[in-house]
């Protein structure tokens, strides 16, 4: 395996790192994520009102959920192999308006199939901004803080989905689902032009040129560690969704109002947010991505045993659902922050990075379903553990080795 280019050097050598962090770029390239990120977030607050409209089965609405990542899942690697040869920016711009263009198809759905083939077009571009935003943050970040500003980067799904939670039901209640999807795709436009108003050109990479071995996608499946951290963010991915993308539905389920169940997953999501900071100022401070990751599978797969428990009453399985979201938010920053000491050369982050990427939509667009079949073959959500802790154990063990790859 050819020998691994340390962090620190990798960053010595990017082209595009500046004297001093511009945080507006950050901020916008955030901004850019955390909106990309509401569009999974519209789906989980609306989906009773989106089943009842268009008669959509559990099933169907797991697919609805996933869909989304579809594209990232065969995509992500090459389009991160990409996005350093065309432009940071100009891809960032190009994949939200994408998304917007996505999110309008949407609003005018008239069937099932139709509302399917426009997440799968939102899906497109939420990976353009999945692959290009973290690749701005980190030319745009000073050395010192690369490792604060990338796992930072962590809370834009989080985030995103919160602010759905939050405002989706106020918006449904005045101007329908439909409407929800409109707002969306208004603010994706506006945020395209503000990556072209704030975002400039010299920051953004376009002026990369040359093949450079180290970028092809072909070769980032054979690096081990960037596999490793891929498969941890994965397998975090399959169970993230699955669990809070259901929530709502459960809880409504168990005879509590859509506002009601919009709420208390919201505050679950925050609690994601929470661990994700956390771990962002505890990765500045020297902690290795491998423990948090470790830490995060082991407390996911603890977690989701008590959610479901069928013994367990409504306050212990919500705390559980809490605890779950917050100690499962270190793994994001960790792996967003260990992607450029895993990169062999500088020039092959953006490859990582769309790896990483690959592998997570790939677990989203599995974790939901799998959950939803096994719902409805065993009548209830009892046996979901069953699924989620098995992944948990696969997410633990890439965990541990990244950490013992951190220690050599």
């Not at 999974?40 to 607050?45: H, L, Q, R, S, W």
């Not at 259901?246 to 509590?256: D, E, H, I």
Request: charged share 10%.
């Amino acid at each position: 395996m050819p020998e691994q280019v340390s962090e620190s050097s990798a960053v010595r050598q990017q082209p595009a790192a500046l004297d001093s962090s511009a945080w507006g770029v950050v901020v916008i390239a955030l901004l850019a994520g955390v909106l990309a990120a509401s569009q999974v977030g519209k789906v989980i607050v609306a989906l009773p009102t989106v089943r009842d409209d268009l008669g959509m089965s559990l099933t169907a609405a797991g697919v609805l959920l996933s869909s989304y990542t579809f594209v990232g899942a065969l995509l992500g690697s090459a389009a991160g192999g990409f996005v350093d040869r065309w432009g940071r920016r100009r891809m960032l711009t190009l994949a939200l308006t994408v998304l917007a263009a996505g999110a309008l198809l949407g609003a005018v759905s008239p069937s099932t199939p139709v509302l399917l083939f426009s997440r799968i077009l939102e899906g497109l571009g939420f990976m353009g901004v999945a692959v290009s935003a973290p690749a701005l943050i980190a030319s745009a970040a000073a050395a010192e803080h690369r490792r604060l500003a990338l796992g930072m980067w962590g809370i834009y799904m989080p985030l995103g989905q919160f602010v759905a939670i939050v405002a989706g039901p106020w918006v449904i209640g005045a101007i329908g689902w439909r409407g929800l999807w409109g707002v969306n795709a208004a603010a994706l436009v506006v945020c395209a032009v503000l990556v072209l108003a704030v975002v400039p050109k010299t920051s953004s990479g376009e002026s990369s040129s040359g093949a450079d071995p180290e970028s092809k996608p072909s070769r980032v499946w054979r690096n081990s560690t960037a596999m490793l951290i891929a498969l941890a963010f994965g397998t975090y991915s399959l169970q993230y969704l699955a669990v809070i993308g259901f929530l709502p539905t459960m809880y409504a389920a168990g005879g509590r109002s859509d506002g009601s169940a919009a709420v208390l997953t919201a505050l679950v999501v925050l609690g994601n947010i929470v661990g994700n900071i956390g771990a962002g100022v505890l990765l500045h401070r020297g902690v290795r991505p491998g423990s948090l990751i470790a830490v995060a599978a082991a407390s996911m797969g603890a977690a989701s045993v008590v959610i479901y428990a069928g013994w367990a009453p409504f306050g212990l399985s919500y705390a559980a659902a809490v605890a779950f979201a917050l100690l499962g938010g270190l793994l994001p920053a960790a792996v967003f922050a260990a992607v450029p000491g895993a990169a062999r050369s500088p020039r092959e982050i953006g490859p990582v990075n769309g790896l990483v990427v690959q592998v997570s939509n790939a677990g989203s667009i599995i974790g939901p379903p799998l959950v939803a079949a096994v719902a409805t073959h065993t009548g209830g959500w009892s046996l979901s553990p069953l699924v989620l802790s098995s992944v948990a154990a696969v997410c633990l063990i890439a965990g541990l080795a990244v950490r013992a790859r951190d220690s050599r």
